[in-house]
């Protein structure tokens, strides 16, 4: 199988802290990983896609200071949501690609992130 | 920018009835995926069609890509409050850099 694992599941934290999640490819090496963003009953919003070595690619609109993406290995990802604010609450769900098809992306189980 | 609609964004029906959600674009797509998603989980993969005018059946599930690769539907027959989930559908372009295309999802709700 391709599974893919997010820590924390859920996380609490006070505005103006930073948080980190974590996204692991656990039998697979993934080049390619991607953050999404989720409100309730709505769609994936993507935030970025992140490549082991390089830079995140931010879509527009969301700021790159605020949401750090790093890709340091071949099976992890983390994103670190800096100055948190009640605003920034929300589910996040990461995937990752297992070789170069764009249909061999496989979901984490997401992230429960809620700033008091 | 390629573009997924999707409807309907919500549905409630009864148990034991059809329903079909639809996913439309002006572009052509090289596959197309459709998910379920429950409340605080991931998407989980229902299945993937790649070739157009493609059907797959997953039990009382029909997927179907249309003949032009730019539409697609899922239909489910007697449903079940067990069907009751977001259901996605993504489409994949090698013109969008890799990514997926997420259409705006379906709120179904099954009532016994």
């Known amino acids: 199988g391709a599974v893919v694992s997010q820590h924390p599941s859920w996380v609490i934290c006070k505005s103006g802290t930073s948080v980190k999640i974590e996204c692991r490819s656990l039998d697979f090496q993934a080049t390619t990983m991607f953050w999404y963003r989720q409100f309730p009953k709505q769609s994936l919003m993507l935030m970025a896609t992140s490549n082991e070595g390089s830079k995140a690619t931010y879509e527009q609109g969301v700021e790159k200071d605020k949401f750090l993406i790093n890709h340091a290995s071949l099976t992890l990802s983390t994103l670190t949501v800096t100055s948190a604010h009640p605003e920034d609450s929300s589910f996040y769900i990461c995937?990752?690609?297992?070789?170069?098809?764009?249909?061999?992306?496989?979901f984490g189980p997401g992230t429960r992130l809620t700033v008091t | 920018t390629q573009l997924l609609e999707q409807s309907p964004q919500f549905l409630s029906i009864q148990e034991g009835e059809n329903l079909t959600v639809y996913c439309n674009s002006s572009s052509v797509f090289s596959s197309l995926q459709w998910y379920r998603q429950e409340p605080g989980e991931g998407p989980v993969l229902l299945v993937t069609v790649v070739t157009g005018g493609e059907v797959k059946k997953l039990k009382r599930l029909t997927f179907q890509f249309g003949d032009a690769r730019k539409d697609s539907s899922l239909h489910i027959t007697a449903a079940q409050t067990g069907d009751t989930g977001l259901y996605l559908c993504?489409?994949?372009?090698?013109?969008?850099?890799?990514?997926?295309?997420f259409g705006q999802g379906t709120e179904l709700s099954v009532k016994p």
């Open positions: 993504a489409g994949g372009s090698g013109n969008q850099g890799g990514k997926l295309i």
């Open positions: 995937s990752a690609r297992r070789g170069a098809e764009i249909r061999e992306q496989y």
